[in-house]
Nanobody
Framework: QVQLVESGGGVVQAGGSLRLSCAAS????????MGWFRQAPGKEREFVAA????????NYADSVKGRFTISRDNAKNTVYLQMNSLKPDDTAVYYCAATLSSRDIYTFRGRDRYDYWGQGTQVTVSS
């Protein structure tokens, strides 16, 4: 079992930046591959970014590539999402998720692959 708590959301103007954090507690953090997803009103939850358990590999949705950066600090049991050049279309509730991973290089884009989810943090980008 692992518990996830997101923080860092808020309201920002278009072009601005935010950094989301996801703190994990429970089992050893370094055995989990991590992901960030988002869900806008009336839309399905979508993949944003993923990172392997040792941070060897990362993966991004095309819509955020070059603007968002996922990272993790296993000593602090925390995964981050640095979001730059924000657009109104980035407005959503952002969720972090965790899944057990058997290899250091694996990242996962599928929602169904993840077993543990945080409660979400709201990001609102005004135009």
């Amino acid at each position: 079992q692992v518990q996830l708590v997101e923080s860092g959301g808020g309201v920002v103007q278009a072009g601005g930046s935010l950094r989301l954090s996801c703190a994990a507690s429970g089992r050893t953090f370094s055995i989990y591959a991590m992901g960030w997803f988002r869900q806008a009103p009336g839309k399905e939850r979508e993949f944003v970014a993923a990172i392997s358990r040792s941070a060897t590999s990362t993966n991004y949705a095309d819509s955020v590539k070059g603007r968002f950066t996922i990272s993790r600090d296993n000593a602090k049991n925390t995964v981050y999402l640095q979001m730059n050049s924000l657009k109104p279309d980035d407005t959503a509730v952002y969720y972090c998720a965790a899944t057990l991973s058997s290899r250091d290089i694996y990242t996962f884009r599928g929602r169904d692959r993840y077993d543990y989810w945080g409660q979400g943090t709201q990001v609102t980008v005004s135009s």
